[in-house]
């Protein structure tokens, strides 16, 4: 059975609209990292994970493989939550044991494309039989309230390291928000990569291939098809560099040429200096320290925690304290 409950589809006009008036009207422009992802950017983040450099989703997958029903089999979920699930693809390794230990069988996507949430719900539905998927299309950041607890005993997940994506004040805000949402019987799952050489950190997003660099220019087609934008794709470098003070990967878009752009939808002229920078994204890297000091302000206490062979990510079972 599928259900799909849709939220943003009527907000995203209007959020893209002032997200992108804002961020393109401060300096250093920004723009959020959520507008990577209409159906292209999200077929392209899945073909990033594939990439011989990208190791954040292989060493995540490494991790659920070998651990994946050891905690579930810890928790003994009724229900699985998975914020921002994209292709859902690792979900298997709690899905499965969660069904075939009938611990329960109700599995809740929430993503803000809907194009995904529906393939990757589809795909479920026919893997696992008997399988009850109640997908949300929303924005975890503003939707969270919406996930209702029904009751069951939850086991949410928050794979992919897309907590790193939230700057400090935004991880302690998510965080919050997430322990007003977890009963004393829910766990929380999360996915983290780690502080490690800037050679590899750097090589990550910054593939031979440049995938990665389509999608991140893919956020200038979302806005020209969306806004009516006339942004040049081909007029911005893919730039990405690690900054060792702040621990975090800095993705931006960059203008090799003085430009102007016109965005008819906001009735906006966007001026560019050569070399002007847009922030697209930021990557947060952790330490099991700092990670554990942040999960306490927030009043969650690690139960377990999981890394590769090689310590380059993290998977931290917490609760509520």
């Not at 392209?44 to 989703?57: A, K």
């Not at 979920?77 to 994209?86: D, H, R, S």
């Not at 803000?112 to 589809?122: I, L, P, Q, Y």
């Not at 002007?276 to 554990?292: N, P, Q, Y």
Request: contains cysteine; aromatic residues 6%; negative net charge.
């Amino acid at each position: 059975m599928i259900r799909l409950e849709v939220h943003r589809r009527d907000e995203f006009l209007a959020d893209l609209a002032q997200d992108v008036r804002t961020g393109l009207s401060t300096l250093p422009k920004e723009l959020p990292p959520k507008y990577f992802y209409d159906e292209r950017g999200s077929r392209l983040f899945e073909d990033i994970t594939t990439l011989p450099e990208y190791y954040p989703s292989r060493a995540e997958q490494e991790i659920l493989d070998r651990v994946g029903a050891e905690i579930v089999e810890a928790v003994e979920p009724e229900e699985l939550v998975e914020l921002g699930p994209g292709s859902a693809r690792k979900t298997h390794a709690l899905l499965g044991p969660m069904i075939s230990g009938s611990h329960g069988s109700t599995y809740v996507p929430v993503d803000v494309s809907e194009s995904a949430v529906r393939e990757a719900a589809g795909r479920l539905a026919m893997t696992y039989r008997g399988l009850q998927i109640h997908g949300v299309v929303g924005d975890f950041e503003q939707d969270l309230e919406r996930l209702r607890h029904n009751g069951r005993r939850r086991l949410v997940v928050f794979l992919g390291g897309t907590l790193g994506n939230l700057d400090r004040n935004q991880r302690r805000s998510f965080l919050g928000r997430m322990l007003r949402l977890l009963e004393p019987d829910d766990r929380l799952l999360i996915g983290t990569d780690l502080v490690k050489d800037e050679a590899t950190l750097e090589a990550a997003y910054n593939d031979s291939a440049g995938v990665t660099a389509e999608f991140n220019r893919n956020v200038l087609r979302v806005i020209n098809a969306n806004l009516g934008g006339n942004l040049d794709p081909t007029s911005f470098d893919h730039v990405a560099l690690y900054h060792e003070a702040e621990q975090r990967i800095e993705m931006r878009l960059r203008s090799r040429e003085p430009q102007t752009a016109r965005i008819d939808a906001l009735d906006m002229d966007v001026n560019f200096e050569r070399g002007e920078d847009i922030l697209t994204e930021i990557c947060c890297k952790f330490t099991r320290e700092g990670l554990t000091r942040e999960y306490a302000t927030a009043g969650l206490e690690v139960v377990s925690w999981h890394t590769d062979a090689h310590s380059r990510f993290a998977l931290s079972l917490t609760a509520p304290r």
